[in-house]
């Protein structure tokens, strides 16, 4: 399974960018989709997450300024930034959690997958 996500790059403060993450490989579903992010010299941390069927989950910083949303045909996954800040400078992950049937009963077993990164940075 591969996450890989694209969209980063440098904006100023107040400006929006869209980030898209895409899943490849073999599996039976995905059941949840996000990002999260990690900023110089801090851990890394949840920005939003959607689950199937569930409601979004968004960062209390982030709230009302990002929209996550999933595209289960296609295996996608965007956060659409808006009225960026400094402090959102970070590299953004995308992160999956895959389901696949183990055996013949329908047994399923998940597993964690995150993308490489890619660098949000948002100059004042």
């Known amino acids: 399974v591969h996450l890989v996500e694209s969209g980063g790059g440098l904006v100023q403060a107040g400006g929006s960018l869209r980030l898209s993450c895409v899943v490849s490989?073999?599996?039976?579903?995905?059941?949840?989709m996000g990002w999260y992010r990690q900023a110089p010299g801090k851990e890394r941390a949840l920005v939003a997450t959607t689950t199937t069927g569930g409601s979004p989950n968004y960062a209390d910083s982030v709230m009302g300024r990002f929209t996550i949303s999933r595209d289960n045909a296609k295996n996608t996954v965007d956060l659409q930034m808006n009225s960026l800040k400094p402090e959102d400078t970070a590299v953004y992950y995308c992160?999956?959690?895959?389901?696949?049937?183990?055996?013949?009963?329908?047994?399923?077993?998940?597993?964690?997958?995150w993308g490489k990164g890619t660098l949000v940075t948002v100059s004042s």
């Open positions: 992160n999956a959690i895959v389901r696949r049937v183990v055996n013949v009963e329908g047994a399923t077993v998940r597993r964690e997958y």
């Open positions: 490989g073999s599996f039976d579903g995905i059941d949840a």
